[in-house]
């Protein structure tokens, strides 16, 4: 069982950064792939981003890439996503996931391959 808690969330004007982590319980955090989602209310969860077991690899969604940033301690069971150049249209809440892979460059964008979620945290982008 993994226990997953998102921190970092709140309030940001456009063009502004800010920084996501998620913490995780357990010691077998190196064997999960990690990712991050975001979710506006009425709208399914959307892909952002995804950091590889070793961290070794990474993937964005067309939406953040060169803007976003995930990357992970391992020796600290944490993920972050570094979130740069913020548009109203970031506004989400942001839930990160861990899924529990064999290969150490393993990716996936498809939130229902994932086995554990963090509750969320609220990012708001004003313009």
């Known amino acids: 069982q993994v226990q997953l808690v998102e921190s970092g969330g709140g309030l940001v004007q456009a063009g502004g950064s800010i920084r996501l982590s998620c913490a995780a319980s357990?010691?077998?955090?190196?064997?999960?792939?990690m990712g991050w989602f975001r979710q506006v209310p009425g709208k399914e969860r959307e892909f952002v981003a995804v950091i590889s077991r070793s961290g070794g690899r990474t993937s964005y969604a067309d939406s953040v890439k060169g803007r976003f940033t995930i990357s992970r301690d391992n020796a600290k069971n944490t993920v972050y996503l570094q979130m740069n150049s913020l548009k109203p249209e970031d506004t989400a809440v942001y839930y990160c996931?861990?899924?529990?892979?064999?290969?150490?460059?393993?990716?996936?964008?498809?939130?229902?391959?994932?086995?554990?979620w963090g509750q969320g945290t609220q990012v708001t982008v004003s313009s």
């Open positions: 996931a861990a899924r529990l892979v064999e290969s150490p460059l393993s990716l996936t964008g498809v939130a229902a391959l994932y086995d554990y």
């Open positions: 357990g010691r077998t955090f190196s064997r999960y792939a």
